[in-house]
């Protein structure tokens, strides 16, 4: 697909021994930032959190290649579908421009009534904030067959995660929907889209082809 379309590729590469477990991967790091720690320094407040990197990693590339490329895209598949839509949810001011998040596990909802890593309860976000939110061009995409029948990957089982879905796909349905309920509530402009790729499970390999002709085949 890099090849079909052109495309530079800049795989990031997440340890296991420096980012164990969720906490540190799925949700970024996100309890470092200033949206759940109220007592953290702003300045300091997003240093260490994932959601900031893909941003630092693109400018490096920028200047190594001598570009004048204005924005990317970003695709995450699983786990990685997790962070993108994170990074969509908290960092609206991302130089992305499209973010495909395809197949999470599970989702951090834009809930107020609902408790952080699952919703956005005491955390602080505010309606202007989910207002860019809501304007950022983040693409769900789903699977048909990555449903609760799925048997590759991880998937979460906790009560708040089985509320969103039995499977993949179908918590994805649920986080869209939710989002776009929060959007007509606030009346505020909603870009986000939904994609479902047919006859497909939970694949990174053919999720990133149907995401790689979503973005780039202008014949579609």
Not at 98 to 126: H, M, Q
Not at 146 to 171: H, I, M, P
Not at 199 to 204: E, K, L, M, N, R
Request: aromatic share 12%; charged share 25%.
């Amino acid at each position: 697909m890099a090849n079909k379309y052109n495309l530079l590729v800049l795989p990031p590469s997440y340890s296991k021994t420096k980012y164990p477990k969720s906490k540190n991967y799925n949700i970024g790091r996100l309890s470092n930032s200033s949206f759940i720690n109220k007592t953290t320094k702003k300045r300091n407040s997003n240093e260490e959190w994932i959601l900031d990197d893909f941003d630092r990693i693109f400018n490096t590339a920028l200047a190594d290649v001598n570009s004048t490329q204005k924005t990317y895209d970003l695709f995450g598949h699983s786990a990685g579908g997790q962070i993108a839509h994170r990074l969509a949810l908290f960092n609206p001011k991302t130089k992305v421009n499209s973010i495909v998040a395809a197949n999470s596990g599970w989702y951090t909802l834009p809930d107020f009534d609902t408790e952080f890593p699952y919703g956005l309860k005491d955390l602080t976000i505010k309606k202007n904030h989910l207002r860019k939110t809501f304007k950022s061009n983040l693409i769900i995409l789903l699977g048909e067959k990555d449903n609760k029948y799925e048997k590759r990957g991880d998937l979460r089982k906790t009560k708040l995660a089985n509320v969103q879905g039995g499977g993949r796909f179908s918590r994805g349905i649920y986080f869209f929907k939710t989002a776009e309920v929060l959007a007509d509530k606030f009346k505020v402009k909603f870009n986000w889209k939904k994609k479902i790729v047919k006859d497909v499970g939970h694949s990174y390999s053919k999720m990133g082809v149907a995401a790689a002709e979503y973005l780039y085949n202008t014949k579609r």
